[in-house]
Structures are given as structure tokens and as C-alpha cells.
């Protein structure tokens, strides 16, 4: 599958395929950077005993790919 995957990033214009791997690159720092972010918001919700805020947290986690 994945050598599918980069035979046909190989039949597509250079500059196109740099701006979409630079785009894949950055939703997915992206992603990391939220979940982490989210995580340590858990963890506070933990300390604080705060059952609503890590319930909520919980759910919003799993809506961040």
C-alpha cells in the first residue's frame, strides 16, 4: 500500500507534492500539539478532582485524530 502511495507521489508536479506533505506535516504537528495540550488539561482536571472538566476532556481527546 505504501509503495502505491509513493508511486503516485512520484507522478505528481514537485512543487505540489512538497506543499502537500508540508500540509500533512503541519495538521499533524498540529494534532500532537492539541492532544498534548489536552492531556495536560486532564491532568490538572485529575489534581483538582474536577470530574466534569476531565469527563469533558475526555471526549474532546477523542475527537483530535
Do not use: C, G, Y
Not at 6 to 22: F, K, Q
Amino acid at each position: 500500500m505504501e509503495n502505491n502511495i509513493l508511486n503516485e507521489m512520484d507522478r505528481i508536479d514537485p512543487n505540489l507534492r512538497d506543499e502537500m506533505l508540508a500540509e500533512l506535516f503541519l495538521n499533524q504537528m498540529m494534532n500532537e500539539f492539541k492532544r498534548s495540550k489536552i492531556l495536560e488539561e486532564i491532568d490538572q482536571s485529575l489534581k483538582n478532582k474536577d470530574k466534569e472538566a476531565f469527563l469533558r476532556l475526555a471526549e474532546k481527546l477523542k475527537t483530535v485524530s
